[in-house]
């Protein structure tokens, strides 16, 4: 085996992922490794796309827009159209995330609120007790 490929063994030590993962991106048709026999062997073309599959996924992209962008560079050969693609699939999940914590520096808020009265009657009860 030349250094170009990996083995799944090896991809999942290289990427902290399991074999499961990276069948299931090859079932959903994100990764193409070739076959030798029953052995899946990835190039470094599959370890660049799984790293932007992974930089997808923390960034919460759907597998769907991963795919979207994957296949632009793909079909187009340089990265223009990707890099606008991704651009604003990323502008997009940005402000999604800002409405998300948003969302929960209020109910942070109120949860606080909320404890501070609890405590404040816990200890008032236990006051009443002693």
């Known amino acids: 085996m030349t250094n170009d490929l990996m083995t799944i063994r090896q991809m999942c030590d290289a990427f902290d992922v399991t074999p499961r993962t990276l069948r299931f991106y090859e079932a959903k048709e994100l990764l193409f490794p070739q076959r030798d ?40 050969g340089s990265n223009h ?13 940005l402000a999604q995330m800002e409405a ?14 909320e404890l501070d009265a609890g405590g404040a009657m816990i200890a008032g009860l236990r006051r009443a007790a002693e």
């Open 37 to 76: 026999g029953t052995r899946r062997l990835f190039t470094r073309h599959d370890r660049a796309r799984l790293k932007l599959i992974l930089r997808g996924k923390r960034f919460g992209f759907s597998l769907e827009d991963i795919r979207q962008i994957l296949d632009l560079y793909d079909r187009d």
């Open 100 to 113: 998300q914590r948003a969302e929960l520096d209020v109910a942070i808020t109120e949860l606080k609120a």
């Open 81 to 93: 159209a990707q890099t606008i693609r991704t651009y604003e699939l990323a502008q997009h999940r």
